[in-house]
């Protein structure tokens, strides 16, 4: 049996989100740590993938609007990097936002980070500037969605344009 084959993705509640905290841990440092920690906490979705009973993975969601969504961080546990589990959160995640309705998802990626670009590249995401959000959805909106997304400087802002599925 493959690792693909024996990898679950399931919804966390709530109240079992601690059990992720070691894979933040392992994945970001100083303001990210702190920010994802916080974000584990409240975020709408939480996916994560486990392996033999084990956590390894997560990836973090949440819909900005009815149709628009975005992937605040996906992670994957040190021992278990390189071998696709990234690849199979984003797609899970890109799934869930399909059946959701929604038509565009974002990301943000530290613009050193290219193991995070070429994941999130090879999934269909382009990198746009806040000038082509602006004109594709007007300035006001696009200074909203750039606050919600906490984009700072030093981060990339990555788009994808889906179609939701039809009922």
Request: aromatic share 8%.
């Amino acid at each position: 049996m493959t690792l693909r084959e024996e990898l679950t993705i399931e919804d966390v509640p709530y109240e079992k989100r601690k059990d992720l905290v070691s894979i933040l841990e392992e994945s970001f440092e100083g303001m990210y740590l702190w920010h994802s920690r916080k974000t584990l906490e409240k975020i709408e979705v939480v996916k994560a993938a486990t392996h033999r009973g084990k956590k390894v993975g997560l990836a973090m969601l949440k819909r900005l609007d009815s149709r628009l969504g975005y992937v605040y961080y996906v992670a994957v546990s040190r021992d278990y990097r390189g071998l696709g589990i990234g690849g199979l959160l984003l797609d899970n995640s890109l799934e869930y936002f399909i059946e959701s309705g929604v038509v565009e998802v974002f990301a943000a990626v530290e613009e050193d980070n290219v193991e995070s670009i070429e994941l999130f590249k090879s999934r269909g995401f382009d990198q746009i500037s806040f000038s082509e959000l602006a004109k594709k959805m007007g300035r006001l909106k696009a200074a909203t969605l750039w606050s919600k997304m906490l984009v700072v400087p030093g981060e990339l802002l990555l788009h994808k344009q889906i179609s939701p599925k039809l009922i």
